[in-house]
């Protein structure tokens, strides 16, 4: 009999080990078994309440880290180990795929204990010793822990499960991390390398088109294309380094062109359009032109827009679609431009006489040019005026455009005035009809009487 006493719980041991059925409880776990005496005030008793090499008593039944109900120690087994063994199988539950069925209780009287098992698993047993210390039956107690375990098997806490799901997720990110690294610093030296190559490949560009192009709009571009092509370049070889299948890259890019095509069209449409401005060089940094409703001098050209500062002082940022869609008007595109002045004179005066005053007048004026020569045209035949328009050239910046033309305003009208040439204002005739007339002649007279008397 003292032999059969001695073997039993070795024998436990090996069936839990092999996953023990419903019908047999863990010996390893609960170090428990039906010839342990249930009496607290026993030796055996006194040494499982009082052995705890940790100084805990009680240890906590977590799930999914949270504390679900307490176990004390056993004669053999102290509280926190045997917390973790229970701990250790249900995490060993819940991270399988397969959905857990209810907790059961099955209750050997004989050996006065209870076992706990989930999907033909177990979980823990419940021991007169456990009974004991809350003061209740092992039944009552091992159906009060089934139930509260599947409370919290069947409605998980939320914060917990994500927490959970986090740290699952950093320690896989960091085991990754890990087998990759020498991939990662050999991509982040590329990486470096590419960045001091593009650098000097950029510097490269822009010296060359400075040398051949003189257009700074031209410039931009080349050094921008190298700059981003040197980037394309390396981050295809840095990813090469990290493993990736460009098989794969170029099937996924295939897949999703449309829907990227579709997402990103106009973003697109700005930049190719800001491409083909900077190749046609349609106008130049410093231009003053005039694009849509906008017109200014132009502060900037970028890929994906442009930006004008208009006369008034405002900033106005223009997409290249927009830009590229509009009527553009260069008016600095030449050095010189053509304004006009217009000057009506009384039909009795000699035009050419005129036309020799206005041309004495206009030619003297600083910033007009001398070539090519004013023009004065004959340019209407007006109802009280012969209208004169004069044509001359000036710098075509719009300050000196605009202040010239109103020298040469004033030129022209100060001349023909000390010539005693008249330029009349406009000279309207009224008819009435004689039924008309007799009215307001009879409306005269009527009034006239009433002062009178």
Do not use: H
């Amino acid at each position: 009999m003292l032999v059969i006493i001695l073997l039993l719980p070795g024998a436990g041991l090996q069936a839990q080990d092999e996953g023990a059925s419903p019908e047999e409880p863990p010996a390893q776990e609960e170090a428990a078994s039906p010839e342990l005496p249930a009496t607290p005030a026993s030796p055996a008793a006194s040494d499982a309440a009082d052995r705890a090499d940790d100084g805990l008593f009680f240890a906590d039944v977590l799930v999914r880290g949270q504390p679900v109900f307490q176990v004390g120690s056993l004669a053999n087994l102290s509280a926190s180990e045997r917390a973790q063994t229970i701990n250790r199988r249900i995490g060993g539950l819940l991270s399988q795929s397969q959905p857990l069925d209810n907790v059961t209780v099955q209750v050997d009287s004989d050996r006065q204990i209870a076992v706990l098992t989930v999907n033909n698993r177990v979980l823990m047993t419940v021991t007169q010793q456990d009974a004991t210390d809350f003061d209740t039956t092992v039944e009552a107690l091992a159906q009060q822990w089934a139930d509260r375990l599947n409370e919290v098997l069947d409605q998980p806490n939320l914060a917990i499960d994500v927490l959970q799901r986090l740290q699952g997720t950093a320690r896989q990110l960091v085991d990754d991390t890990i087998i990759l690294l020498p991939s990662l610093v050999g991509a982040i030296l590329l990486v470096g390398l590419t960045w001091i190559i593009a650098k000097g490949v950029r510097r490269v560009g822009l010296l060359w088109a400075e040398q051949t192009e003189g257009d700074r709009g031209t410039e931009i571009l080349i050094g921008r294309l190298c700059y981003g092509g040197v980037w394309v370049l390396g981050s295809v070889v840095a990813l090469g380094v990290l493993g990736l299948d460009f098989a794969t890259l170029l099937g996924t890019l295939g897949l999703t062109s449309v829907a990227i095509g579709f997402s990103l069209k106009d973003v697109l449409s700005n930049y190719i359009s800001g491409v083909i401005l900077l190749a046609a060089r349609p106008f130049r940094i410093s231009d003053q032109v005039v694009i849509g409703n906008f017109e200014g001098t132009v502060v900037q050209i970028q890929l994906r827009a442009t930006t004008m500062r208009t006369y008034d002082g405002r900033l106005v940022y223009i997409p290249n679609q927009q830009v590229f869609q509009s009527s553009v008007v260069n008016n600095t595109d030449s050095p010189v431009r053509r304004s006009a002045v217009m000057v009506g004179i009384d039909y009795d005066a000699d035009i050419s006489a005129a036309r020799q005053v206005i041309m004495k007048a206009v030619t003297p004026v600083k910033g007009v040019e001398p070539e090519p020569p004013p023009l004065i045209l004959v340019q209407k035949l007006a109802a009280s005026t012969v209208n004169l328009e004069v044509w001359f050239w000036v710098n075509s910046r719009r300050q000196s455009f605009l202040q010239v033309t109103s020298e040469v305003s004033q030129a022209i009208k100060e001349g023909l005035q000390s010539a005693g040439i008249e330029m009349p204002t406009e000279i309207y005739t009224l008819s009435f009809r004689q039924g008309a007339i007799d009215t307001i002649s009879a409306i005269v007279t009527e009034g006239e009487g009433k002062q009178e008397a």
